[in-house]
């Protein structure tokens, strides 16, 4: 049959032994242990280009920081999977960074390297794309543009940005607004979808009116129990008559004083593809919840079934479900509340360091959707010993909670430093996303990145 393509993670899942004896050349009759003790250590030593400091700590069967995400390799498999592209594709648009990682190109989809996530308000070139269908013109009239609230409201208006603005005392706020799929990279097997790694989230200061001051402006009805957002993105395939995308969230949620109608972001108009002219912010939620180029919200009598809103889309696993199993819709919740996660935005994954370097001096970030963070914690030795890091107060609720640390390393060699954050519920981020389920959603394990020493 010849080979095929599997990643690292398929291989070590499937088979453990026969994982170290395809990447790293060793017999699969010798235990993971001896393979550490032996000539497998010097031949992964030699892989992740020195020596593995806290080898006797190494868990068995981890794949290396140092390429655990790199294109995945030649290997015998029972069922043939995706070949990867052959490095990552960066992005080139107007106005952004080109460091950005393009996902998918239909729609436009680009997520930002951890490194890059490293200032406490995540500048516009430098924020991620998140697209459904097709990206909008930019708006001739932007005091022009107009939104409509109706539904299950007593005084239905349409508005336009301008009113909107006079009508409604601006507030700001600076909140993480992160992708439903974040994290889906690391599951295994690999769920549908764009591989986020880390990257599709951001932390902006929002400007706009609250949605809560609108909304009881209109007077809610007793009957309203959902919203239903609408955008003017057209459907990829072009049909108007198909919708891109159309989300909501339960009435409890929606007047939270934190949800805005964003017309700023970093304090400048908000562009065009971050949804300008006026775009919905629901902070704690999958970011599908925040409707670009917003024109109308409708205020439903019951959960809302617009697109995106059934069968496994943007919905979890109730019971878990085996990884790869066919899905039962009925087991399906939807998302709503994202996870603890945290990264450690410098030093990057791969820097190397001067020989004879005795300490690094560690800065990341950390967010818990609708919950607060508790603590993070750091590890240089696989998690044998964690050290706890200094956190820094927010600028309002859901801004994310930036952090410090400074490990010391005994020696010269590769080190893996790990970062685990805790919400207020106590729960941490685990070691590998679980609760698989078909699209890919709440993968949050723990950030790990490869530094080098000499």
């Keep these: 049959m010849g080979k095929t393509e599997r990643s690292p993670e398929e291989l070590y899942q499937g088979d453990p032994e026969r994982a170290d004896a395809v990447i790293f050349g060793r017999r699969t009759d010798v235990s993971r242990r001896g ?13 992740v280009g020195g020596p593995i400091v806290f080898a006797a700590g190494m868990p068995g069967g981890l794949i290396p920081a140092a390429f655990a995400q790199e294109a995945k390799k030649d290997a015998p498999a029972a069922a043939p ?19 950005l990682v393009v996902l998918g190109d239909k729609p436009l989809v680009a997520e930002t390297p951890e490194h890059l996530l490293n ?11 998140r697209n459904n269908g097709q990206i909008p013109e930019p708006a001739k009239d932007v005091d022009g543009w107009k939104l409509t609230i109706d539904g299950e409201v007593n005084k239905p208006i349409e508005i336009t940005l301008a009113d909107l603005k006079k009508r ?18 690391f599951f295994t097997p690999q769920a549908r979808g764009n591989q986020w790694t880390n990257g599709g989230a951001g932390c902006a200061e929002w400007t706009g009116a609250p949605l809560a001051d609108v909304l009881k402006a209109v007077g809610v009805k007793s009957s309203a129990v959902y919203t239903a957002n609408y955008g003017m993105d057209l459907h990829l395939s072009g049909d108007p008559k198909r919708q891109a995308l159309s989300r909501g969230v339960p009435i409890a949620k929606a007047m939270d004083q934190h949800n805005l109608l964003v017309w700023a972001m970093n304090g400048k108009p908000l562009e065009n593809i971050h949804g300008g002219p006026l775009r919905l ?32 889309s943007y919905r979890v696993a109730i ?5 790869g199993g066919k899905a039962d819709d009925a087991n399906f919740k939807i998302m709503e509340s994202m996870p603890v996660r945290s990264i450690v935005t410098s030093p990057a994954n791969g820097t190397k360091l001067a020989a004879g370097t005795k300490e690094v001096k560690l800065r990341g970030a950390a967010w818990a959707g609708d919950l607060e963070v508790r603590r993070v914690d750091v590890s240089t030795d696989f ?27 005994p020696s010269d060699g590769y080190y893996e430093i790990w970062s685990r954050a805790t919400d207020s519920k106590g729960k941490a981020q685990p070691h590998t996303a679980g609760n698989w389920n078909p699209q890919g959603y709440g993968g949050n394990p723990m950030h790990r990145i490869a530094v080098l020493v000499g």
């Design 35 to 47: 393979f550490l003790g032996g000539g497998g250590l010097a031949a992964m030593s030699a892989a």
């Design 81 to 99: 999977a995706p070949a990867a592209p052959k490095g990552p594709q960066f992005l080139n648009f107007p106005g952004k960074d080109a460091g």
């Design 119 to 129: 200032d406490d308000t995540t500048p516009v070139p430098k924020f991620f794309i």
């Design 168 to 185: 409604f005392a601006a507030k700001t706020y600076r909140m993480v607004l992160e992708c439903g799929g974040n994290g889906r990279s």
């Design 281 to 312: 912010l629901i902070p704690g939620w999958p970011g599908s919840t925040s409707h670009k180029w917003l024109s109308k919200i409708t205020l439903r009598d019951r959960v809302h079934d617009g697109q995106g809103m059934m069968g496994t």
């Design 319 to 323: 019971k878990p479900m085996v990884p």
């Design 383 to 409: 998690g044998a010993t964690w050290t706890q890091a200094a956190l820094v107060p927010a600028k309002n609720r859901y801004d994310w909670r930036r952090w410090t640390a400074t490990v010391r390393l």
